[in-house]
């Protein structure tokens, strides 16, 4: 487990005072058409075909997972977890990432598409964190992270994964 992040209940650490707080879903709902399903239906019968042509069982077995997953969470309204950014770091649901373990931030906004905050951290293992800002106010946040952290202005688009993401419906 990474020393970064810790995971214990909001109310048994000291997150510091909130400055800026607001809810985002706890992962993208979308609206999927019946083309949509027919054709990751497809593909995913075409992937385990091959998979097992080629004897990858365990490739078939991942595959299959993957499909559950998806159609299981299309039933399911995503929950609502809060966002909290304090003077000591960000609380998300009930993660904690401490401002200490943070390189920068950055700010995508270009409505309707993207209105993400981005956290990067200094350890290579931690990945990029995006964070939807919803109908919160970029410059809130801006305000509300620039004291103890840095922004990082280069970076001033969705990244690929994101991007494919959202125009897949994944």
């Not at 499909?67 to 998300?92: Q, Y």
């Amino acid at each position: 487990m990474d020393e970064d992040i810790m995971e214990p209940p909001a109310e048994d650490i000291d997150i510091g005072d909130p400055l800026l707080a607001w809810e985002v879903d706890e992962y993208p709902k979308h609206q999927r058409s019946k083309t949509w399903y027919v054709l990751a239906c497809l593909v995913g019968v075409a992937l385990i075909v091959y998979a097992i042509a080629t004897a990858n069982f365990l490739f078939a077995v991942i595959i299959l997972m993957i499909g559950v997953i998806m159609l299981l969470s299309s039933f399911k309204e995503p929950d609502r977890i809060p966002v909290v950014i304090t003077n000591t770091g960000v609380l998300i649901d009930d993660t904690y990432y401490d401002y200490d373990h943070v390189r920068d931030f950055s700010l995508i906004y270009d409505p309707p598409h993207s209105k993400l905050l981005y956290i990067d951290f200094h350890s290579r293992l931690q990945p990029i964190l995006p964070i939807p800002l919803e109908d919160t106010d970029p410059n809130e946040v801006r305000r509300a992270l620039l004291p103890f952290c840095a922004e990082n202005l280069k970076r001033n688009e969705e990244r690929l994964t994101d991007i494919a993401r959202r125009m897949y419906k994944l």
